[in-house]
């Protein structure tokens, strides 16, 4: 198991956590307030990438999540949640989505 975001912590010095709405094998979903956008609440989807990766398995596992990342982000449909932002810190993907309310 990875190590959980905290309630209160600053990811990439915008994406304030204010509780975990969700979790799974691979890593977990965030409720978070955009700091940048007068608090506007998202989902911050968390992808950990399991430790044993070699360096090369690694890279292709980031590269894989970018393109992933980059269809998603041009979809356009009522029924899917857009994606607005996506980056990565150390062996961890991360999506910014629209937060929708409800269970």
């Not at 198991?1 to 975990?20: F, P, Q, T």
């Not at 965030?30 to 609440?41: C, K, M, N, P, Q």
């Not at 292709?60 to 810190?89: C, G, M, R, W, Y």
């Amino acid at each position: 198991m990875h190590l959980l975001l905290k309630k209160d912590e600053l990811i990439r010095n915008r994406y304030l956590v204010r509780k975990i709405i969700g979790q799974g094998g691979m890593g977990c979903i965030y409720l978070a307030e955009d700091t940048r956008l007068s608090g506007r609440l998202c989902a911050l989807k968390e992808v950990v990438h399991d430790q044993t990766l070699d360096s090369v398995l690694h890279r292709e596992a980031q590269k894989q999540f970018k393109q992933e990342a980059t269809i998603l982000a041009k979809l356009d449909h009522p029924t899917l949640v857009s994606l607005s932002h996506f980056f990565s810190i150390s062996n961890r993907d991360y999506l910014i989505m629209d937060y929708i309310p409800g269970d």
